[in-house]
């Protein structure tokens, strides 16, 4: 994912920042040690000594084994004394942020996952879906605001439907990372569509994937922009579109709200398309029916939702007006 010179120093400064605090902590426990232990500080004394000991022996030449047995050994006197002093054996180590790059951001040359999430959460700033997911996560699904009755199109309760489409859901989300796959779900308003994308989207954040949330008008007027070199000050198309395709997740919400033109339409199927063809996984939600999708968009988009994405119709009553209500 691209990035601007400012979006990167802000990034690195947030490195930097995890990589003092990871310092203070580790010289405040070593102080801490220092004064509970004291044994501790005449062993690091020794290996000190033996340490120089080491490199004068490598710039004569000598052998250096029993000096470097000598300080495994003293190392493993200071592990024996933290046990027994009841603090891990990693008491000491630097407490990172991120252990696998160890707040530098990079494992190699390559970003970090705490890296990409980083740039996502950067450029978030049109979508409040962080904030949303503080409350709409699988934590607070209420299932029970799903009629048991069955309904009469499907042959099924909503509950029982729901039932499905969370299976549907978990699947999804414990299977990412080894099966690509895409969800469209279809359904009245305020059925939840919106509520299981933002709860897939919180699993998925936790485990370190980047996933991007819009609406389908926001992410028409980003492909209008990249499409037309419109570039702003806050948010350059290029970067934003390379964002897009880049990301594990996008989500598309509320598809159908946007204005559809033979514009519109081709830049939506270069998105999805582009997606498929990069194995990028995909979330669409729409009040629209497939019908109306049909008749709504090109050809070409309806054969990919239909042909790579588990087609998901959501059953029940408004969510919100019952909560309204009661």
Not at 72 to 83: A, D, G, I, R, Y
Not at 93 to 101: A, K, L, R, S, T
């Amino acid at each position: 994912m691209p990035l601007k010179n400012a979006q990167y120093n802000a990034i690195m400064r947030q490195y930097d920042l995890r990589r003092f605090d990871a310092i203070n902590i580790q010289k405040e426990r070593q102080k801490q040690i220092a004064e509970t232990i004291p044994e501790f500080a005449s062993i690091d004394a020794l290996i000190a000594a033996a340490a120089a000991d080491h490199a004068r022996a490598l710039i004569r030449g000598e052998k250096t084994g029993d000096i470097h047995r000598t300080i495994q050994s003293l190392e493993q006197k200071k592990t024996v004394l933290l046990k027994q002093y009841g603090y891990p054996e990693n008491y000491l180590e630097p407490v990172y942020f991120c252990n696998d790059c160890k707040d530098t951001g990079f494992i190699g040359e390559k970003k970090c996952h705490c890296f990409k999430q980083a740039i996502v959460d950067l450029v978030y700033a049109q979508s409040n879906i962080k904030e949303r997911l503080q409350t709409e996560n699988f934590d607070y699904f209420d299932i029970s605001l799903y009629p048991e009755q069955k309904d009469a199109r499907i042959g099924i309760s909503p509950r029982e439907n729901m039932e499905y489409v969370l299976g549907t859901c978990r699947s999804f989300i414990e299977n990412f990372d080894t099966e690509f796959s895409n969800l469209l779900f279809y359904g009245s308003t305020g059925v939840g569509k919106t509520f299981l994308s933002n709860c897939i989207a919180k699993e998925l954040l936790d485990r370190a994937h980047t996933v991007i949330y819009l609406t389908a008008l926001s992410l028409m007027e980003i492909l209008e922009n990249h499409a037309f070199h419109r570039t702003g000050d806050e948010n350059d198309p290029e970067d934003m579109y390379a964002y897009i395709s880049d990301c594990d997740l996008l989500i598309i919400d509320d598809l159908g709200t946007e204005v559809s033109n033979a514009f519109t339409a081709s830049q939506l199927f270069a998105c999805l398309n582009d997606r498929l063809l990069n194995r990028r996984s995909t979330i669409i939600s729409t009040n629209l029916s497939l019908d109306d999708l049909q008749d709504i968009y090109s050809e070409r988009i309806f054969s990919r939702l239909i042909s790579h994405y588990q087609v998901t119709l959501i059953l029940g009553d408004d969510i919100r007006i019952k909560k309204v209500i009661s």
